[in-house]
Nanobody, 131 residues
């Protein structure tokens, strides 16, 4: 059974940056491995619903983003490390929350709870942005 492991969470100031990483364990067990499937990042702020923010397809590296992070966050594949990263720049207080990595062999909707995936989830990593 594959596990998704998030790392890189922590604290940052407003306007700062953090980089999150998601690794599959074992690395050969990404859903859709070796060249299919998708990986997405979701987040959940205290007292709010889970929000999909970015996703990327492994076959072509095509990324897509929620409007709330477009232009500030970048999702990318680190082929050498077998990981998917989320570079977060120009952080805002509203970016605070628990960030989850998720993956699927077929599709990654950014609508939380969608039947279209993703269906494999990590446990999350906390991000705190303060002024």
């Amino acid at each position: 059974q594959v596990q998704l492991l998030e790392s890189g969470g922590g604290s940052a100031e407003v306007g700062g940056a953090l980089r999150l990483s998601c690794q599959a364990s074992p690395s050969t067990r990404w859903p859709g491995y070796p060249d299919r499937g998708c990986v997405a990042w979701f987040r959940q702020a205290p007292g709010k619903e889970r929000e999909g923010i970015a996703a990327i397809y492994r076959s072509n590296g095509f990324p897509y983003y929620a409007d709330s992070v477009k232009g500030r966050f970048t999702i990318s594949m680190d082929t050498e490390k077998g990981a998917v990263s989320l570079q977060m720049d120009s952080l805002k207080p509203e970016d605070t929350g628990t960030y989850y990595c998720a993956a699927d062999a077929t599709s990654c909707s950014l609508i939380a709870g969608s039947d279209y995936g993703p269906h494999v989830w990590g446990r999350g990593t906390m991000v705190t942005v303060s002024s």
